[in-house]
């Protein structure tokens, strides 16, 4: 695809940890939700450090080079990440540091397709760059060195966004985001949709957690789960607004962009406000609830609703 059709915008809310030694990649093995060994450089994961109930801790993208990892996560939970990383580190030989002074997180998408390409950025103006793994359309994740922001992607023909715009390009797709759409040390992996967004192996050896989660996707137990949302009327409220049906509680609002947003629902109780002919709402907004695209969970349907494209009702 051309760069010419791209865009490219900083997450500022993104910082980088960097990761090496001769034992890293059995160390990372051992403690993430998904499978690290044996990547190639420049491939990437997106993956979760749960706690031993198996709550998410820490989410965050891990990509291999040549001799280190990469870890592209929350900036604002990168100093407790490297805390708990060095914590479990032990004996082992894993150099941790936290690089978020010295690199920058880019995201490229399109704004036709949704995907981006990082052809013609010259190789001297990032770090590593990797498709991101989590749905169709998200695009790419760049890690530059922050002189190289923003004139190195524009020198490469690509249009300069704002974080906002990468933002609802996001909640377009109904892709959740840590901390907004899910609450760190509250979730479970199957509520925020790891499953379904490639961020576990279920097929792996040991990790912390593990029997938790393994558990629940043997016998199915997930209520809760990520959907699409969209205001029948007027723009969403605010992020954090209680989702109720018949005054009973069924989820919460999590990413909002006007009308469309993604939230936090428990299916059965969707499922008995449908039933008996409720509508769902957030504050006093009525709402169209729907699967993602990239989900294959069922969500019970609004009756005549019908269906649209790219996951958003």
């Avoid at 920058?104 to 036709?112: C, D, H, K, T």
């Amino acid at each position: 695809m051309s760069t010419s059709a791209a865009k490219a915008a900083r997450l500022e809310g993104r910082g980088i940890i960097a990761l090496g030694g001769e034992d890293a990649e059995g160390f990372l093995q051992g403690l993430l939700t998904n499978d690290v060994q044996g990547l190639a450089r420049g491939e990437a994961r997106f993956a979760g450090l749960l706690t031993p109930q198996g709550k998410i801790l820490f989410d965050f993208f891990l990509v291999r080079r040549e001799d280190d990892w990469l870890i592209d996560a929350p900036l604002e939970l990168v100093p407790d990440l490297v805390k708990r990383l060095t914590f479990y580190r032990l004996r082992a030989k894993v150099e941790i540091a936290d690089e978020s002074t010295a690199f920058a997180v880019v995201g490229l998408w399109s704004g036709e397709s949704g995907n981006g390409a990082c052809d013609g950025v010259p190789e001297g103006a990032w770090a590593a760059a990797f498709r991101d793994p989590r749905a169709a359309g998200m695009g790419w994740r760049i890690i530059a060195p922050r002189a190289a922001w923003p004139d190195a992607f524009r020198d490469a023909g690509l249009s300069i966004a704002e974080a906002r715009d990468w933002q609802a390009h996001r909640i377009a797709l109904a892709v959740p985001e840590g901390g907004t759409d899910y609450a760190y040390g509250e979730a479970f992996p199957h509520e925020a949709c790891f499953d379904q967004l490639h961020g576990v192996d279920f097929a792996k050896g040991c990790y912390v957690g593990q029997e938790v989660v393994s558990r629940m996707q043997h016998r199915g137990t997930a209520r809760r789960r990520i959907v699409a949302v969209r205001a029948l009327e007027g723009a969403l409220p605010e992020t954090g607004t209680d989702i109720t049906a018949d005054g009973q509680a069924i989820g919460r609002l999590g990413s909002v962009n006007g009308p469309i947003g993604i939230a936090m629902v428990r299916l059965d109780r969707l499922a008995r406000a449908l039933e008996a002919g409720e509508v769902p709402r957030a504050g006093k907004t009525p709402l169209l609830i729907r699967r993602p695209d990239w989900a294959t969970f069922d969500v019970p349907a609004m009756e005549g609703a019908g269906e649209t494209a790219a996951g958003q009702p």
